[in-house]
C-alpha cells in the first residue's frame, strides 16, 4: 500500500512542476519585454507573398506587418479603394475574393482589416488601414468586390463607419431608427433595451 501511495503522491507533484515550468515561461516573456518581431511568424513563402505586396502598392507607401501568419500591409485609407483595385487586378496577388473586411475600435480610432484571397496561386494577403474617429470615413470597395456591400455595411450599422461611394447603407443587421453604435467600446450595453 505504501507504494501505491507513493504513486499518487509522485502524480500529485508532476501538475505543481508543469504550473511551476509555466509560470516561468510566463516570467521570461514578462509584459516589460518589447514585442517580438510580426514578421517572424511569416514562411518564405508568406515573406514572398509580403514583398510582391509592398511592389504592388509601392505607390501608396505601404508599412510591412504580419497578422499571425498572414501577410499584412498599411496603408492610408484616402489609398484604400486604390490599393484594392491593384490587389485584385496584379497577377501577382490575383486577390479575386475579399474575404471579411472587419472594423475594430481602439477608442481614438477605428482598424479596418481587408482579408483578400487569391485562388491561383492559392494565397491570403491582409491590407489593414486606421480611421480617426473625427471623420469615420473611407472610399468603399464594392466597385472591386460585390462582397464588400455586406461587410461595408455592418461596419455601418455597428460602429458607424461611412463608405464613400456606397451603393445602399441602409441598416442590415439593426431597424430603421436605432440610436448608437453597439460594436463601439463606448456604447452603453447596460442601458440597451429591445423595441
Same mark, same amino acid.
Given at each position: @500500500?505504501?507504494?501505491?501511495?507513493? =504513486?499518487?503522491?509522485?502524480?500529485?507533484?508532476?501538475?505543481?512542476?508543469?504550473?511551476?515550468?509555466?509560470?516561468? %515561461?510566463h516570467s521570461?516573456?514578462g509584459?516589460d519585454?518589447? &514585442?517580438a518581431?510580426?514578421?517572424? !511568424?511569416?514562411?518564405?513563402?508568406g515573406? $514572398?507573398?509580403?514583398?510582391?505586396? @509592398?511592389?504592388? /502598392? =509601392?505607390e501608396?507607401? &505601404?508599412?510591412?506587418d504580419?497578422?499571425?501568419?498572414?501577410?499584412? +500591409? =498599411?496603408? #492610408?485609407?484616402?489609398? *484604400?479603394?486604390? %490599393?484594392?483595385?491593384? @490587389?485584385? $487586378?496584379?497577377?501577382?496577388?490575383? !486577390?479575386? @475574393?475579399?474575404?471579411?473586411?472587419?472594423?475594430v475600435?481602439?477608442?481614438?480610432?477605428?482598424?479596418?482589416?481587408?482579408? /483578400?484571397?487569391?485562388?491561383?496561386?492559392?494565397?491570403?494577403?491582409?491590407?489593414?488601414?486606421? *480611421?480617426?474617429?473625427s471623420?469615420?470615413t473611407?472610399?468603399?470597395?464594392?466597385? +472591386?468586390?460585390?462582397?464588400?456591400?455586406w461587410?461595408?455595411?455592418?461596419?455601418?450599422?455597428?460602429? !458607424? +463607419?461611412g463608405f464613400?461611394?456606397?451603393? #445602399?447603407l441602409?441598416?442590415?443587421?439593426?431597424? #430603421?431608427?436605432? $440610436?448608437?453604435?453597439? !460594436?463601439? =467600446?463606448?456604447?452603453?450595453?447596460? $442601458?440597451?433595451?429591445e423595441?
Open positions: @500500500m505504501a507504494q501505491d501511495g507513493d =504513486k499518487q503522491d509522485t502524480s500529485e507533484q508532476q501538475p505543481e512542476q508543469t504550473v511551476s515550468a509555466s509560470a516561468a %515561461a521570461a516573456h509584459a519585454e518589447p &514585442p518581431d510580426p514578421l517572424a !511568424g511569416l514562411s518564405s513563402s515573406r $514572398e507573398l509580403l514583398g510582391i505586396t @509592398m511592389d504592388v /502598392l =509601392k501608396f507607401s &505601404p508599412s510591412a504580419a497578422l499571425d501568419d498572414l501577410p499584412q +500591409v =498599411k496603408i #492610408d485609407r484616402r489609398h *484604400v479603394l486604390a %490599393a484594392c483595385r491593384a @490587389m485584385k $487586378e496584379d497577377h501577382r496577388i490575383n !486577390g479575386q @475574393m475579399l474575404l471579411c473586411l472587419a472594423c475600435d481602439f477608442s481614438d480610432y477605428f482598424q479596418l482589416i481587408y482579408i /483578400l484571397q487569391s485562388l491561383n496561386p492559392e494565397q491570403t494577403v491582409v491590407i489593414r488601414t486606421d *480611421v480617426p474617429y471623420d469615420a473611407v472610399s468603399s470597395v464594392t466597385s +472591386v468586390w460585390q462582397a464588400a456591400d461587410y461595408e455595411r455592418e461596419a455601418h450599422d455597428l460602429f !458607424g +463607419v464613400d461611394g456606397h451603393p #445602399d441602409s441598416p442590415l443587421l439593426l431597424y #430603421d431608427g436605432f $440610436e448608437g453604435f453597439p !460594436g463601439r =467600446k463606448e456604447f452603453p450595453f447596460n $442601458e440597451y433595451q423595441f
